[in-house]
């Protein structure tokens, strides 16, 4: 009898540490799209520091992130665009959860003359009707085109709002794998045309379309016709220590670090 009070109070300090170490001092592992670690990266320390929670990320494109979540191999996925219909039936069980939203921007050299741009000349230019920069106010010179590869959360907003259903001219464009590289390009390349998240502009120039600027403010108000969510996606309702690291993310607190990094909180920060 003794043996087995030992045993059960055993039991209930394993327990009792059990639950601090899958609340408190744990870790999580997520993988996927760059715009989103942007954002958990930098605030990382801040969601050990309050619950503790170690967060360990790898970059990863939209559809392995999209298979390591439904066959859990990783606790949470990030991406910047809704699942697709496909990948809706291949795993109707996982859940997207906006942390924050982002928008894409129209991206050209610093030096590119073209400040502003209509949705209609934009939608021309990735189709191929439109091949040189003197055709919509610019410098003479041919206009070289850039698009993310399919499937990318920014391509997807970008078409979405601005093709109107119209093909993009993929012959003609140069497809990029990664956002970076992207923009890497576009600021070495005068003649060059991109799209990017806003929050990752650099040193490139924003171009204004249909007299709307490409701004985190324009975000907010709703007023930006390419926003692109920031989402954390779980195979079911998130729980244990993924939830206390989303539940963190969605708080007042959280939220307020994750507008420090140039997105737009989707919860009040107060």
């Known amino acids: 009898m003794m043996i087995k009070k030992i045993a059960l109070c055993m039991m209930a300090v394993f327990l009792s540490?059990?639950?601090?170490?899958?609340v408190e001092g744990s870790e999580v592992n997520g993988a996927g799209v760059r715009g989103v670690i942007a954002v958990i990266e930098p605030i990382a320390p801040l969601v050990k520091s309050k619950v503790k929670v170690t967060v360990k990320l790898k970059e990863e494109k939209a559809g392995p992130t999209i298979d390591a979540v439904g066959e859990k191999k990783i606790a949470f996925g990030m991406m910047?665009?809704?699942?697709n219909d496909a990948e809706k039936k291949k795993y109707p069980n996982i859940k997207a959860i906006t942390i924050a939203k982002d928008g894409v921007a129209i991206v050209v050299h610093k030096n590119n003359p073209v400040k502003e741009l209509t949705a209609a000349q934009i939608r021309d230019i990735y189709a191929g009707k439109i091949t040189d920069w003197s055709q919509v106010g610019g410098s003479k010179g041919k206009i070289v085109v850039n698009i993310r590869e399919k499937g990318s959360g920014q391509r997807v907003a970008m078409e979405s709002a601005l093709m109107g259903g119209?093909?993009?001219?993929e012959?003609?464009?140069f497809v990029y794998s990664a956002m970076g590289a992207m923009s890497?390009?576009?600021?070495?390349?005068?003649?060059?045309i991109g799209y990017i998240l806003i929050?990752?502009?650099?040193d490139v120039k924003a171009i204004t379309v249909d007299g709307k600027a490409p701004t985190i403010a324009s975000i907010k108000a709703g007023a930006w016709p390419m926003e692109?969510?920031?989402l954390l996606l779980t195979l079911g309702e998130p729980a244990g220590t993924t939830k206390t690291f989303?539940?963190?993310?969605?708080?007042?607190?959280?939220?307020k670090a994750i507008e420090k990094q140039k997105v737009a909180p989707v919860r009040p920060t107060k």
């Open 228 to 230: 692109a969510p920031l």
């Open 80 to 83: 910047t665009r809704d699942l």
């Open 171 to 173: 012959k003609s464009a």
């Open 184 to 192: 890497d390009d576009v600021s070495l390349n005068k003649a060059a």
């Open 246 to 255: 989303i539940d963190f993310l969605l708080s007042p607190e959280g939220q």
């Open 199 to 202: 929050s990752a502009i650099r």
């Open 166 to 169: 119209a093909a993009v001219d």
């Open 17 to 22: 540490f059990g639950f601090t170490a899958i």
